[in-house]
């Protein structure tokens, strides 16, 4: 069981920059993975941005790369956006989600995933 807790979300001008944080209360393995997923009114969830636990690597949607960056504190098991250059299309309530599989096992992870831990959400207004 994993649960979820996101903050930092609020209004912000275009072209602005806004900081999401989002605290697990488990630390995990790099087998497993987490995101950040959007979801504005009227239209489908999108996948942002994913990575490891502890990985090298980060994931993004075409929508938000080079604007958008993922950073893991392993030490205080919290994971950020850093949301730069945000547009009024980035507008959306924005939630953290991660995957939670034993030690030695790992799953896919990637903007797609499904992911059966999520938060409550954080929502993030742009206006023009």
């Known amino acids: 069981q994993v649960q979820l807790a996101e903050s930092g979300g609020g209004a912000v001008q275009a072209g602005g920059s806004r900081r999401l944080s989002c605290k697990l209360s488990?630390?995990?393995?790099?087998?497993?993975?987490m995101a950040w997923v959007r979801q504005a009114p009227g239209k489908e969830r999108e996948g942002v941005a994913a990575?490891?636990?502890?990985?090298?690597?980060?994931y993004y949607s075409n929508s938000v790369r080079g604007r958008f960056t993922l950073l893991h504190d392993s030490t205080t098991n919290t994971l950020y956006l850093e949301m730069n250059d945000l547009k009024p299309e980035d507008t959306a309530m924005y939630y953290c989600?991660?995957?939670?599989?034993?030690?030695?096992?790992?799953?896919?992870?990637?903007?797609?995933?499904?992911?059966?831990?999520w938060g409550q959400g954080t929502q993030v207004t742009v206006s023009s």
């Open positions: 990575m490891r636990p502890g990985g090298n690597s980060e």
């Open positions: 989600a991660a995957d939670y599989v034993p030690p030695g096992t790992m799953v896919l992870c990637d903007v797609g995933t499904n992911f059966p831990y």
């Open positions: 488990v630390n995990l393995h790099s087998g497993n993975c």
